[in-house]
């Protein structure tokens, strides 16, 4: 393992990070609040409690969740594509580092942006909602694995989006409406039978259950298995990315 | 002879069809400057980026300093530095975070000394702090020379280092080279600029469509060029040279009606007085002389056009 270049990439991404911290920070801060206000007042006035929490409280793990999956997409992503776009690939392509390290470098760096911003949107709950989290550790644990897997997905989509549209349009798509019907801001109990069987077929549902579980130890599905879905995700994910190298499908002509 | 890039039959079709690498075979020698001359689309910078890693080659063999540049890529890799022809910089980061994260890349560990030594040495070190952005395209194109440097390669390609830099800046940038190769770098750049290969150049290999046509020692190629050709035009056509012309280099033409000496334009004497007299001494009166010479453009042309016919 080449570490110093691991190191590298990880700094130099971060870099760009950091020149726009106040925006990074502040944006998921303004969104959260939003989320509180219109949600938290709006239809937590109606809605009192789900499975004996607030509601505010409840929708606290799906608000993270949205956000960094969208997040570790969209850094991810754009962290490799701009490379493309703007030629210095190139020098990725010609350094002496293998496919692991390269990917080590891109996805922990927007992997750890997301965290921050997961970090972010959490702190800011607090000034909304009482919130306990029952099992921190698992807590932690879901959302890194989370962080890291939807980083490695949005790696994938930069490499393969050709253009900004593209990078665009999987998250928007995709990703999004899977987020939001995924049990983010109700129980899958609350739906009819017919859609909560439905429902199933969507892999954010069991990060989503498993992350909630891990504040309130209420589970839509058993913790097992929204292990097993992110573990099983991130597999997929990798092993998509190892052909990816393999062939220089898109990278290298 | 120690070949430190080792090619063999090296090919190279795009995507599309295309053959853009006909069978490429090139020993370059460790320690020297080879450029590889050719117009637009030959090739050259596809020969660069084969042996980089940054495209695949369809059939041949890469050697560099011993690894093959598939199998053993980190071997490889580590030895070699790329300018590449176009400006790919990451324009909102400074020059000093690029170098940094260039050295890195490559696996080197940190020495801010040696990165200020070749900041200096290109002229980049005011401009450390500065965003890639905020420089000229003449100093860009130095940050990407910086890059390469920074983690100190065996072989250095350089692809059209001088495109779009001006006459001092060219001349800074050969004499970097003359340095780099007082260091021991093996040197390969690309250019259109003959001026160049002529005044930096070990070995010349002139490139066309997808096939090299030539490579050189320079000095060869120079004396080459270096020689002039002066026809005697005779009066009356002879049917062989007379005897007592035997020291010059002389040929007589088919028809007898011309005599066509070779000579060297740098000696210190060309022995053309002498030759007229001789000549005269002979019983032959001449009608006129002409003189031609050859250059090095004249000689890319020729091969050039011959690839194409
Ligand atoms: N990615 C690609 N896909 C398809 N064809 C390509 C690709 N890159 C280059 N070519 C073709 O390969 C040929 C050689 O291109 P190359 O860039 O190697 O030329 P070059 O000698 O560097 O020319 P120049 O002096 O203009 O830089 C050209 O005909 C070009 O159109
Ligand atoms: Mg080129």
Redesign the interface.
């Known amino acids: 393992m080449n570490w110093t270049a691991i190191k590298a990439i990880y700094v130099f991404e971060m870099a760009r990070f950091f020149r726009t911290l106040t925006q990074s920070f502040i944006s998921p801060v303004i969104s959260t609040s939003l989320y509180f206000v219109v949600f938290g007042a709006a239809i937590g006035s109606r809605i009192d409690q789900v499975d004996g929490i607030s509601y505010g409280a409840f929708i606290v793990p799906g608000l993270i969740m949205l956000s960094i999956m969208t997040q570790g997409i969209s850094n991810a992503s754009f962290g490799i594509y701009f490379p493309k776009f703007i030629g210095t690939i190139y020098e990725l392509l010609s350094a002496p580092v293998n496919f692991l390290e390269i990917v080590i470098g891109y996805v922990g760096a927007a992997a750890t942006k997301s965290l921050f911003i997961g970090v972010v949107i959490l702190a800011t709950s607090w000034f909304f909602v009482d919130l306990t989290i029952l099992h921190p550790f698992a807590m932690l644990a879901f959302m890194i694995l989370t962080c890291t897997s939807f980083a490695l997905f949005g790696f994938i989509i930069g490499i393969w989006a050709k253009n900004f549209e593209q990078l665009q349009l999987v998250p928007l798509l995709i990703v999004t409406p899977l987020v939001f019907l995924g049990g983010s801001f109700y129980s899958i109990s609350m739906l009819p039978p017919f859609w909560q069987t439905v429902t199933l077929f969507n892999p954010v549902v069991y990060l989503i259950s498993g992350f909630r579980w891990a504040f309130f130890g209420l589970a839509d599905v058993p913790v097992g298995l929204s292990l097993l879905a992110i573990a099983g995700f991130s597999a997929l994910c990798m092993l998509a990315v190892w052909w990816i190298f393999k062939t220089g499908w898109r990278i290298r002509s | 002879m120690t070949a430190i890039v080792d090619i063999q039959d090296l090919k190279k079709t795009?995507?599309g069809g295309f053959e853009a690498l006909k069978g490429v075979t090139l020993a370059i020698k460790e320690g020297e400057i080879l450029a590889l001359l050719g117009p637009n689309g030959a090739g050259k910078t596809t020969l660069i980026s084969t042996i980089?890693?940054?495209?695949?080659s369809t059939a041949g063999s890469i050697h560099v300093g011993g690894f093959c540049v598939d199998k053993d890529?980190?071997?490889?890799?580590?030895l070699?530095g790329?300018v590449?022809q176009?400006i790919?910089?990451?324009?909102?980061?400074t020059v000093w975070?690029t170098v940094?994260?260039?050295?890195?890349?490559?696996?080197?560990?940190r020495d801010d000394a040696y990165l200020e030594k070749i900041l200096r040495q290109l002229s980049l070190w005011d401009k450390r702090k500065s965003r890639i952005m905020e420089l000229s395209g003449g100093m860009k194109r130095r940050v990407l020379i910086a890059?390469a440097l920074s983690h100190e390669p065996r072989v250095l390609f350089l692809d059209e280092p001088t495109a779009g830099v001006d006459v001092e800046l060219r001349k800074d940038m050969w004499d970097t080279v003359a340095q780099l190769k007082a260091d021991g770098v093996t040197i390969i750049l690309t250019t259109h600029y003959i001026e160049e290969a002529e005044a930096i150049a070990d070995r010349v290999g002139v490139i066309n469509k997808g096939q090299l046509l030539l490579i050189e020692e320079k000095a060869d190629l120079m004396k080459r060029l270096g020689q002039k050709q002066l026809r005697v035009e005779l009066q009356d056509p002879i049917a062989a040279l007379p005897d007592g012309l035997g020291d010059y280099d002389l040929t007589l033409s088919e028809d007898g009606a011309s005599v066509v000496y070779t000579y060297d334009t740098k000696a210190d004497r060309t022995g053309i007085t002498k030759l007229l007299a001789d000549l005269a001494g002979a019983g032959l009166s001449l009608r006129d002389l002409q003189t031609e010479q050859s250059s090095l453009e004249d000689i890319f042309v020729g091969l050039v056009k011959e690839g194409q016919s």
């Open positions: 795009y995507e980089c890693g940054i495209t695949t890529f980190r071997g490889a890799r580590s070699i790329l590449p176009e790919n910089l990451e324009p909102f980061e975070n940094q994260f260039s050295r890195g890349l490559f696996g080197k560990r890059k």
